[in-house]
T-cell receptor
């Protein structure tokens, strides 16, 4: 079974600074997808960014980018120019790319605080 | 374009009772997945429905059951409620592109269930 580990229960960053959230995963599959979701106090789970394992290029979405290290099974999220609205719980998630299923396996989350 | 909607927003039940939660997928989506998120934890996969059938199931007892309707909306039923069933229940919808593989999942706002 796949597992996802987020080793940082809490992180904080100053507004306009850069912060990196860590995620590692364990799988024997070669075809899979990785995601970062954001969950603000409203509890709505919002997709931040997605990475296909077969792509070597790291995904980028505006101020959000990932560092995908497939051999190390590492998938970190970098938030640049942090804004107050970035404060939320961030979850890393794994999904198999094969026909074995498409369930998401989540990590335990990292609570991000943005200080003004 | 309506996103994923869930009802009710909050629900309070007592032990032993039964509950039904409802989900309407994002327009154009045909697959619904349900997740349970206990306080302070990442979401856990319950099951996934496609073409009105349960396609995958997580490690949840038979007290948890579901249904999908021809319009792709879905219900989650929980019988014989336990205190430990208190959680946020999240519904996610996606589009099934290939056999067994679905596209990115988008989440609804969740239903907060409290069991007393």
């Amino acid at each position: 079974a796949q597992t996802v580990t987020q080793s940082q229960p809490e992180m904080s960053v100053q507004e306009a600074e850069t912060v990196t959230l860590s995620c590692t995963y364990d799988t024997s599959e070669s075809d899979y997808y990785l995601f970062w979701y954001k969950q603000p106090p409203s509890r709505q789970m919002i997709l931040v960014i997605r990475q296909e394992a077969y792509k070597q290029q790291n995904a980028t979405e505006n101020r959000f980018s990932v560092n995908f290290q497939k051999a190390a099974k590492s998938f970190s999220l970098k938030i640049s120019d942090s804004q107050l609205g970035d404060a939320a719980m961030y979850f890393c998630a794994y999904r198999s790319g094969g026909t074995s299923g498409s369930r998401l396996t989540f990590g335990e989350g990292t609570q991000l605080t943005v200080n003004p | 374009d309506a996103g994923v909607t869930q009802s009710p927003t909050h629900l309070i039940k007592t032990r032993g009772q039964q509950v039904t939660l409802r989900c309407s997928p994002k327009s154009g989506h045909d697959t619904v997945s349900w997740y349970q998120q206990a306080l302070g934890q990442g979401p856990q996969f319950i099951f996934q429905y496609y073409e009105e059938e349960e396609r995958q199931r997580g490690n949840f007892p038979d007290r948890f059951s579901g249904h999908q309707f021809p319009n792709y909306s879905s219900e989650l039923n929980v019988n014989a409620l336990l205190l430990g069933d208190s959680a946020l229940y999240l519904c996610a919808s996606s589009l099934r592109r290939l056999a067994g593989v679905t596209d990115t999942q988008y989440f609804g706002p969740g239903t907060r269930l409290t069991v007393l």
